[in-house]
Structure formats: C-alpha cells, structure tokens
C-alpha cells in the first residue's frame, strides 16, 4: 500500500484487516506490505479498519489521501 505525500502534515494510517491483507501502518511519503503470497483468483477481498493520525494544528485546508496498492510479479 502506498500514501503519497501531502503538502499538509505527515499522516499516520494503521489498520485491521479481516485475515487475507497484513494488517500494519504507512506514513505518507512511504509504502508497506499488505500482502504477501501468490494470488490464486481474479478477485482479493477484505474489509480494512483504518484510523488516520495528522497534527490538525498544521492542517490549514482540507486535504486528499491518495491509497494505492502497488503489486511485483514473480516470473
């Protein structure tokens, strides 16, 4: 999972999944693991329990997260 950098403060993710992702935390500007295996159908589903942490007395307007998910083949 990534979470691209903001002009606004640094943003902490963290959360909880229902057992197929890792659970774990991000920060903006970095990338983590959220899964780790071969994917065995077209589909992957699971619910994320995510809380977001940001200093609000640095956030002068509202902001945009941007998740993404980057995947690496093995050949």
């Not at 963290?14 to 899964?35: A, F």
């Not at 940001?54 to 050949?75: H, N, S």
């Amino acid at each position: 999972m990534t979470l691209p950098r903001t002009p606004g403060p640094t943003v902490r993710a963290t959360w909880r999944t229902g057992g197929t992702l890792l659970p774990g935390t991000v920060i903006s500007g970095d990338r983590t693991l959220v899964y780790a295996g071969p994917v065995t159908g077209p589909v992957m589903r699971d619910l994320i329990d995510i809380a977001l942490e940001a200093d609000g007395a640095r956030l002068t307007q509202p902001e945009a997260l941007a998740f993404g998910f980057e995947i690496e083949l093995d050949q």
